[in-house]
């Protein structure tokens, strides 16, 4: 993802049983704040590279919802 602040980079890595990621977006689409972009299920997991100026939110252990729970502010 990339506006004018940032480039985040977002990684979803498939489970070693079930393997489904589900992608609505194309590269090149415009998203806004809480939009969905796709759905991880079964054991899979999304890895979120941020900056290094930015400031955590969340802690190892802590649940987030996708769209809902902020994870990080960027200076």
Do not use: H
């Not at 506006?3 to 980079?9: G, L």
């Not at 590279?49 to 400031?55: M, R, S």
């Amino acid at each position: 993802f990339e506006n004018p602040r940032a480039t985040i980079v977002v990684r979803q890595i498939t489970g070693a049983i079930a393997r489904r990621i589900v992608g609505w977006s194309q590269v090149g689409d415009n998203l806004e704040k809480g939009d969905r972009f796709g759905m991880i299920r079964f054991g899979s997991r999304t890895e979120i590279y941020l900056p290094l100026a930015a400031t955590l939110l969340v802690k190892v252990g802590d649940r987030v919802a996708g769209g809902s729970s902020p994870i990080a502010r960027l200076s």
